[in-house]
């Protein structure tokens, strides 16, 4: 049944039909919540090790360093280590901090804006105006990040491959252009994964901003659940290798490796890079949590074994993502309402809907009890131009949960159509 094509007739008989099921949902009461891409309490369980890797006061000197006690600012050697192996680059590049990615991000965009970069020629709060690029659909707290600085974002459209690098080589050429967000892994919330070719023409480029700064925000660098683990290429040295080995800060976590909320962080660059921004962080901090940093070592080891608690992960995410793109092929596909993209890691689903839908699928869904990340988040200033773009976050809820919101999402999502499509 291809809901673009319904006679009056059908289109009244499948509108009376799927209200129907609509109201039967909203008399439930249902209290779901897939708005964020939070792990599960079955995987927080599945770490609580971690909460047991220090029992004594011997095990908190490593390499010689008491890891209760203040220094050390860049972060336990041990700490910088785990993550160079696991990101590709050297330990000397690594700064390991405390346990949000995001706050580390916001950290740098701020001593950009507030005492500029390796290469500025002044503080970006000094500059005339500052822009943004932003592929989307993209992820809303870092379009935030730069909202909140003031800075124009640019939306760049998002294409299979990555964001769409003829418009981004133009639009460098401005050198009031100081930088670009990417997820370039598992891409939130599309999944998509960059191709060599455009993780060459990024590093490649040559922005007229001598301190234009590329954010790379590699938090899915490890998430796999279907499938081995995915090799990536390492940004930094791909950087250096174009002569732009300044122009990178790579992010990561193990916020959904470990404890999304007691995990630990880092930022990744070049060792001028790592001189410059410790020179700043030294005045606002002597240390990070050196403690959780060393239960981390301990606990995950190595890239190996860490790994291996991957895809422990990946056994209770893999059923919730199948069961979600499965009932969209099911219950959306034969309607030519909506597509979708079907990630093999990462957290998210992305649904694009035909244009003018996600608004009120997202409006019915809160009414019947679902909630969703809102209509328009995966754009800059929570603007998606065509009303289209819907993120799925299927990791919090358990199984049986899942399918009961995502019953009511396609019911929503079919509700909006024919309201739109009403003869």
């Known amino acids: 049944m291809d809901y673009m094509a319904l006679s009056a ?34 995987q927080l369980d599945l770490v609580s090790g971690i909460l047991t890797a220090l029992t004594s006061a011997e095990e908190c000197v490593d390499s010689g360093v008491d890891a209760r006690n203040y220094g050390e600012l860049k972060g336990l050697e041990s700490a910088r280590k785990l993550f160079a192996d696991i990101l590709g680059c050297k330990t000397s590049q690594v700064f390991a901090g405390g346990n949000s990615s ?15 970069l390796l290469h500025s020629e002044k503080p970006w709060c000094k500059e005339e105006s500052v822009k943004w690029l932003c592929p989307a659909p993209g992820y809303d707290r870092h379009f935030k990040v730069t909202e909140s600085f003031g800075f124009e974002l640019i939306t760049i459209p998002m294409t299979e491959n990555g964001p769409d690098m003829d418009i981004v080589e133009n639009l460098i ?31 490649k480029m040559k922005p007229a901003a001598p301190d234009f700064l590329l954010m790379w925000d590699n938090a899915y660098c490890i998430h796999e659940f279907d499938g081995e683990f995915v090799p990536f290429k390492d940004i930094l040295s791909e950087c250096e290798k174009y002569g732009n080995a300044d122009m990178v800060f790579e992010f990561a976590s193990t916020s959904k490796v470990t404890l999304p909320g007691a995990g630990i962080a880092c930022f990744a660059c070049s060792e001028a890079n790592m001189e410059y921004m410790t020179k700043l962080i030294g005045i606002q901090a002597i240390s990070f949590d050196k403690m959780n940093q060393l239960r981390h070592v301990k606990y995950l080891q190595n890239k190996e074994h860490t790994l291996a608690l991957m895809k422990e992960h990946a056994k209770i995410m893999k059923p919730k993502f199948d069961m979600v793109v499965e009932t969209l092929e099911r219950e959306i596909k034969p309607l030519g309402i909506a597509s979708w993209h079907t990630p093999k890691g990462g957290y998210f689903v992305s649904v694009n809907t ?62 909006a159509a024919l309201e739109k499509s009403k003869k």
């Not at 007739?9 to 439930?28: G, I, L, N, T």
């Not at 401005?174 to 023409?201: A, L, Q």
């Not at 200033?381 to 993120?391: C, E, F, M």
Request: hydrophobic content about 35%; proline content about 7%; some cysteine.
């Open 9 to 42: 007739a059908e289109w009244q008989q499948e509108y009376d039909k799927v209200s129907a099921e609509y109201e039967s949902w909203k008399a439930k009461g249902l209290k779901l919540n897939m708005a964020r891409g939070k792990p599960s309490k079955q």
């Open 354 to 415: 035909a244009p003018g839908l996600a608004k009120r699928t997202l409006a019915l869904a809160k009414e019947a009890g679902v909630v969703m990340t809102s209509a328009g988040a995966t754009y800059p200033y929570g603007h998606d131009p065509l009303d289209s773009n819907i993120r799925v976050a299927p990791s919090l809820p358990p199984v049986e949960e899942l399918e009961q919101a995502m019953a009511v999402f396609c019911c929503c999502l079919k509700l």
């Open 173 to 203: 050429k401005d050198p009031s252009v100081k930088g670009m967000w990417n997820v370039p892994k598992y891409s939130n919330p599309d999944g998509i994964i960059y191709s060599d070719e455009t993780i060459e023409r990024i590093a």
């Open 102 to 116: 995001l706050q580390l991000m916001y950290d740098t965009v701020s001593k950009a804006y507030t005492h500029g």
